[in-house]
């Protein structure tokens, strides 16, 4: 692929604390592999004719021919402006400890030939007066003379001159102890990252997080009374001390990329897949402020990442990519392999949470006490925003009168945590399922009853922060599917049947209430018509595997009746052009929105991203092509009267129009073809009023720009602008894609072998973009959830993949064989409800407490509070 000027490439500027500024440019390369051929006129796309509906994956045949989309695809010669004699290669020389003093690195095993053309260290650094922490908490590189600051930082970064010279040197380089000499024990630090969350509710007192304004200075009395009355046993407790242990993403693509350091221009190119291009090319310009490599020019082809789960969310990958690139000569070529990313990629934090739960003896649930503590390793990312989502999932499905809950992230030198696989809610479940169905045996009360006397519900209930329930949560009816399911009715039968063939049985229930969205987003969202009629669509947003450039791909077909020919993700230029500001003042700005664009979590993409691509498909329709079939129709019906067939516009007994004709009497009337649209979600989406062509319109938009091209836009007059309450910033969360879930499994009482024999899931998804990838995605979370409660496991300490020894070979993840037979049960929409939820984790969450108490069904209450549950644990725990 030549990727060449054939891009117009938009550019924005960061302005440093120096006060210099760095122009940056991200390129979106899934657009270009997108668009290789256009189409004529009349054809509608190929992966997707029928207006909402695909027939395969929008970057379907790109993947399945084996195109350039992935970082780990490409090199130097693959980009016009770049040179074309080859690339240079990097290696990290990495500790495999953090608690003893380094004394040196040592290359001289390695031949005269297989020498580094470069030797990157912290001394390199200081010299070149580089950034050393930059957006890090601990420098980039370790230093000699004091130990590492955590499991796999640097000592050292080699550029080789060849990809042979490079697979020579790394092959007697990695692993090998006498690289790096260790010297004297030192002892590790653990400290608290900021913010620690602390939530109380006491509904006696009318006392909560969102309502009381005394609430910062009353919070530890009401929090020690109510811990009180659960100490003096007022009701019936259960409590249970809680372990999950840190896991790895495993996404398909370990991390990889290409930079390349122009010192003409002062200009560094980067290559990445990546899961916030803004946000690579913000930390960039960060390490070279003031250094003695200026950069004035920062341009990012973004790719596909080839997998997330969270994984790559403030990644460190691209800025040491960034730091090491001025000191090659040619392009740098960077691409770990498994062994070097468990040791150094981001993973689900390692947790130890305990909790209280009171419920009297009619089954109502009184109060709840928990705390939440997560190892985040030595770099902040979003680990303590993810010990705050556990707190804020501690009540799950359920109203819970009292409730103190309380979380951290710690930092310390082990595996890096972040936002990984669940981001907190799993740990919650786990907790509060359990010891719901641990209350239902000890108070003779069927379990499917005792969560149904204490249901969340619209308008009935609170979250943990006082927050009210904004949404149809659909529980009643979940709960009476899975209770009326045949793997829950015939439990007992099968049981003893199992028990015939010398098998242990048992079928565990579980709900969660997974957040999606932090209640407080704002997003972007673009659609261009093109002069031949095809539909682009721009979004900053990432498809990280998840299926959302097919879906954002459908979502200009609910005003235009047609789906896009192509998709531009990760697109920053276009939106940072628009020079938007949060910050209110009098008279309002017209370029004020309340909330900016934020990150680009699996989750966003079904109600967030794509309510914004399905407005601006509004925008064109009311300011271009309503307009333009006015003229041809010599008529004025109003938009509510407009509908699609067969590619055509129709309007109640009006002749209809071809798509074709619509688009070239729009352009011969010079209508705008390009709508750029932003919205802001707290609790609500903002609205306002705009002047379109066709008349005044409100819409769930805070901002509408408009334009011939991409380069020519020009606000539309926004009015009546509507923003959602303040008290809603206090919520916490609104938006809950809530699941519920059957499971089946068995135990061979000799070997302790756990087996997951069959999964049934409801979940409440809201309207579905695209039915297969959400069953797609269901399927993965199952598998997911497996691994993590039986199989994966990071070990924190020297003999885990810090050590940078691990592999498949010692990490277990479930394969097809460990793989159920699952029955996905979606419900239909809420009545009312015209959006999606996101569910990107949505059905994996209840999937581990219900094996958890499936196997307490099988071994006859036995209850494992530690994971993975492994084949040792229950033959220990049948003694």
């Known amino acids: 692929m030549d990727i060449s000027s054939e891009v117009t490439r938009r550019t924005f500027l960061k302005v440093l604390a120096s006060g210099a500024t760095v122009s940056l440019s991200v390129t979106s390369l899934t657009a270009l592999a997108m668009n290789a051929s256009r189409p004529r006129m009349t054809e509608v796309p190929e992966w997707a004719p029928e207006p909402g509906k695909a027939r395969w994956r929008i970057d379907g045949m790109q993947k399945v021919l084996g195109q350039k989309i992935y970082a780990r695809d490409f090199k130097a010669r693959d980009f016009k402006d770049w040179p074309q004699d080859g690339e240079y290669f990097l290696y990290a020389v990495r500790c495999d400890r953090y608690d003893q003093v380094i004394n040196s690195y040592d290359l001289s095993m390695l031949p005269k030939e297989l020498q580094p053309v470069a030797v990157i260290d912290a001394a390199a650094l200081v010299a070149k007066k580089m950034n050393?922490?930059?957006?890090?908490n601990s420098p980039f590189l370790a230093t000699i003379g004091k130990p590492a600051d955590f499991f796999g930082q640097p000592v050292v970064m080699l550029i080789f001159a060849s990809f042979?010279?490079?697979?020579?040197?790394?092959?007697?380089?990695?692993?090998?102890?006498?690289?790096?000499?260790?010297?004297?024990?030192?002892?590790?630090?653990?400290?608290?990252?900021?913010?620690?969350?602390?939530y109380v509710r006491d509904d006696t007192q009318n006392f909560n997080y969102v309502y009381s304004a005394d609430y910062q200075t009353r919070q530890a009395e009401v929090a020690k009374q109510i811990k009180a009355s659960i100490d003096s046993q007022t009701w019936p407790t259960f409590a249970r001390t809680f372990y999950t242990q840190t896991i790895d993403p495993m996404f398909m693509e370990p991390e990889s990329g290409l930079a390349w350091y122009d010192p003409g221009p002062q200009q560094l190119n980067l290559v990445l897949g990546t899961q916030s291009p803004t946000g690579?090319?913000?930390?960039?310009?960060?390490?070279?402020?003031?250094?003695?490599?200026?950069?004035?020019?920062?341009?990012?082809?973004?790719?596909?990442?080839?997998?997330?789960?969270?994984?790559?969310?403030?990644?460190?990958?691209?800025?040491?990519?960034?730091?090491?690139?001025?000191?090659?000569a040619k392009p740098l070529r960077w691409a770990q392999n498994r062994f070097e990313q468990f040791q150094i990629g981001l993973k689900r934090c390692e947790t130890h949470f305990r909790e209280t739960l009171a419920v009297d003896s009619s089954g109502m649930i009184q109060a709840i006490d928990c705390n939440f503590t997560l190892n985040g390793g030595d770099q902040k990312n979003?680990?303590?925003?993810?010990?705050?989502?556990?707190?804020?999932?501690?009540?799950?499905?359920?109203?819970?009168?009292?409730a103190v809950a309380t979380a951290s992230a710690m930092q310390t030198p082990q595996l890096l945590g972040g936002s990984q696989r669940g981001f907190g809610g799993p740990q919650a479940f786990i907790a509060i399922e359990t010891l719901l169905d641990e209350a239902a045996q000890a108070l003779k009360i069927d379990p499917f009853a005792l969560r149904r006397k204490n249901l969340l519900a619209k308008n009935r209930g609170a979250t943990?922060?006082?927050?009210?329930?904004?949404?149809?949560?659909?529980?009643?009816?979940?709960?009476?599917?899975?209770e009326q399911h045949p793997l829950w009715q015939n439990r007992a039968a099968v049981q003893q049947a199992k028990k015939r063939e010398g098998l242990l049985y048992g079928v565990g229930f579980a709900m969660s209430n997974e957040a999606y969205g932090t209640s407080g987003d704002g997003m972007f969202g673009a659609v261009q018509i093109e002069p031949t009629g095809t539909i682009t669509v721009y979004t900053p947003y990432v498809d990280m595997g998840n299926g959302a450039?097919?879906?954002?791909?459908?979502?200009?077909?609910?005003?235009?009746?047609?789906?896009?020919?192509?998709?531009?993700?990760?697109?920053?230029?276009?939106?940072?052009?628009?020079?938007?500001?949060?910050?209110?003042?009098?008279?309002?700005?017209?370029?004020?929105?309340?909330?900016?664009?934020?990150?680009?979590?699996?989750?966003?993409?079904?109600?967030?991203?794509?309510?914004?691509?399905?407005?601006?498909?509004?925008?064109?329709?009311?300011?271009?092509?309503?307009?333009?079939?006015?003229?041809?129709?010599?008529?004025?019906?109003?938009?509510?009267?407009?509908?699609w067939k067969d590619n055509r516009l129709h309007a109640g007994d009006l002749p209809s129009l071809p798509w074709s004709a619509l688009i070239k009497q729009a352009m011969r009337m010079k209508l705008p073809m390009v709508a750029v649209v932003h919205a802001s979600y707290v609790g609500a989406f903002a609205t306002?009023?705009?002047?379109?062509?066709?008349?005044?319109?409100?819409?769930?938009?805070?901002?509408?720009?408009?334009?011939?091209?991409?380069?020519?836009?020009?606000?539309?007059?926004?009015?009546?602008?509507?923003?959602?309450?303040?008290?809603?910033?206090?919520?916490?969360?609104?938006?809950?894609?809530?699941?519920?879930?059957?499971?089946?499994?068995?135990?061979?009482?000799?070997?302790?072998?756990?087996?997951?024999?069959?999964?049934?899931?409801?979940l409440c998804a809201g309207v579905l973009h695209c039915p297969q990838m959400v069953s797609g995605q269901s399927q993965g979370a199952i598998a997911m959830a497996i691994g993590n409660v039986l199989l994966e496991h990071c070990p924190n300490n020297e003999s885990g993949p810090g050590n940078g020894t691990w592999?498949?070979?010692?990490?277990?993840?479930?394969?097809?064989?460990?793989?159920?037979?699952?029955?996905?049960?979606i419900l239909p929409p809420a009545p009312g409800e015209t959006t999606a939820r996101g569910i990107a984790e949505a059905v994996m969450c209840p999937i581990a407490p219900s094996i958890l108490n499936a196997l307490a069904m099988a071994t006859g209450g036995q209850r494992y509070t530690m994971l993975p549950v492994t084949a040792h644990n229950v033959l220990e725990s049948l003694k």
Not at 309 to 315: E, I, K, L, P, T
Not at 464 to 482: E, F, H, S, W
């Open 132 to 136: 050393l922490a930059s957006n890090m």
């Open 164 to 198: 042979d010279i490079y697979r020579h040197a790394v092959k007697i380089l990695q692993f090998n102890p006498d690289v790096i000499s260790y010297g004297a024990k030192e002892s590790t630090r653990r400290t608290v990252y900021s913010p620690a969350t602390s």
């Open 280 to 328: 690579d090319a913000y930390d960039a310009a960060g390490i070279f402020e003031n250094s003695a490599y200026p950069v004035k020019d920062i341009d990012l082809v973004s790719c596909y990442p080839g997998g997330g789960f969270g994984g790559r969310d403030q990644s460190y990958f691209s800025m040491y990519l960034s730091m090491a690139a001025p000191f090659s």
């Open 382 to 402: 979003l680990s303590p925003y993810v010990a705050q989502l556990a707190a804020l999932s501690s009540m799950s499905c359920y109203n819970i009168p009292r």
């Open 464 to 482: 943990v922060t006082g927050a009210p329930i904004l949404q149809d949560l659909q529980l009643d009816d979940m709960l009476k599917r899975l």
């Open 549 to 643: 450039a097919t879906a954002l791909g459908l979502a200009p077909a609910a005003y235009l009746g047609r789906n896009a020919n192509s998709i531009n993700m990760g697109e920053t230029q276009l939106f940072d052009a628009l020079n938007l500001t949060t910050k209110p003042a009098t008279p309002t700005p017209p370029n004020y929105v309340l909330k900016s664009s934020g990150s680009s979590s699996a989750c966003l993409g079904a109600f967030y991203q794509y309510h914004v691509v399905e407005q601006a498909g509004l925008a064109l329709i009311l300011q271009s092509l309503l307009p333009a079939a006015q003229a041809l129709w010599k008529a004025s019906p109003p938009a509510s009267a407009l509908s």
């Open 688 to 762: 306002a009023q705009y002047a379109f062509t066709s008349g005044a319109a409100t819409v769930p938009l805070d901002y509408i720009a408009m334009g011939a091209t991409v380069d020519t836009l020009q606000p539309l007059t926004r009015s009546q602008l509507n923003n959602p309450p303040a008290i809603n910033s206090k919520f916490g969360r609104t938006t809950y894609a809530p699941c519920g879930s059957l499971v089946a499994a068995t135990i061979n009482p000799q070997s302790g072998q756990i087996a997951i024999e069959s999964v049934v899931s409801v």
């Open 807 to 825: 592999n498949l070979n010692k990490y277990a993840i479930a394969r097809s064989t460990d793989i159920p037979k699952q029955d996905l049960v």
